[in-house]
């Protein structure tokens, strides 16, 4: 078996899961190769605990979305969440041959599975430890403009480096958002501002996603206004967005762009009321990653990137706001990428992609990489 399914098992069991003696594991698998399922469920036997394995397959749910009726949705729905209520820590790791395998199947079924299968997804993020990882496929590759043996050094290099190392400058960007009343982004074609008074700040070194890198809270629902510029591609519901331009008044969405898929945008965005409405602020900063790849696992970590997030809040870091869309969409604010400044309380935190003060800096690359 190779050395780094058993690395990465032992960091998803531990690091980020941390899985005791008795606990009940669900181990979620797509197009992921069956010796890094072994892994897995030897390393949480190792740890006296119960694995168990659901395996799906990209194709397979394409057709099961496009046969989406109300009464098979119901079954599964049903289903899904008591397995669930079941599972004291959940683990996906997800692959795909192709990320637009659901580009053809309508948007109103994709919008009814959403719905049903809430409860479950709901219950998983707020009542497990949970984390979900892409695999690297061949696609994943191709998205990344990588070879494929070069991305897969990539990947293992991002999702095993050395999270502790985050720790302190995570602690220090917390203490200093908890504190923070006034939010304004500017640069590149945002021109942002909003409150996150009294919302709390939660880190994110490799407990929830991996790769990970990213401490996020959530605006005061209606307090965003302003315009902000996404200048990193994005897939929703296998449609690929470029461009995206948002505009908000009293913390809404009232004009939404996006080049050729403007119409696709606005719909989406109007799935339900808090589908225009913001969810979720956060701030990237994993050194390894530094461009996107339309895999919204890795560009929502880009160092120096934040992302604005329609739809649902989490409870961790609750604004109010519901919906059963949650939609991650990135901003880079690096020079290359042409740079912004992000201000608490009229001071300057990262300029131009890099954290500025006392204790921010250690998330800076310089210092996660040495």
Known sequence: MDPRYIKLAKTLCGHSTKVAAGEHVLIDVSETPSEMVEALIDEVVSRGAFPHVDVSNPRINRALALAASDERLAVEAECSLSKMKKMDAYIAVRGSSNIFENSDVPQANMAKIAKAMK?????RVNKTRWVVLRWPTCAMA??????????????????????????????????????????RIYGNGTDLSFSIKSIP??????????????????PVRDSVEGVVFYNAPTVYNGISFDSITLVFEKGKIVDAKSPSKTAELKKILASDEGASYIGEFAMGFNPYINKPMRDILFDEKIAGSFHFTPGQSYETADNGNRSRIHWDMVCIQTPEWGG????????????????????IEKLNPQYLKS
Not at 148 to 174: H, I, L, P, W
Not at 201 to 218: H, V
Not at 340 to 359: A, N, S
Request: charged letters at 25%; aromatic letters at 12%; a negative charge.
């Open 201 to 218: 700040a939660i880190p994110c070194g490799g407990q929830y996603n991996i790769p990970d890198g990213e401490i996020f809270t959530a």
């Open 340 to 359: 912004g400044t992000i201000e608490f309380d009229g001071k300057v935190v990262r300029k131009d992609g890099l954290f500025v003060g006392e204790g």
């Open 142 to 183: 191709q998205q990344a403009q990588m070879s494929s043996s070069a991305f897969e050094d990539f990947y293992f290099e991002v999702c095993t480096m050395d999270y502790d190392k985050m720790e302190e400058g995570m602690q220090a960007v917390r203490r200093l958002m908890e504190s923070t009343d006034k939010v």
């Open 119 to 123: 409860p479950s997804v709901d219950w």
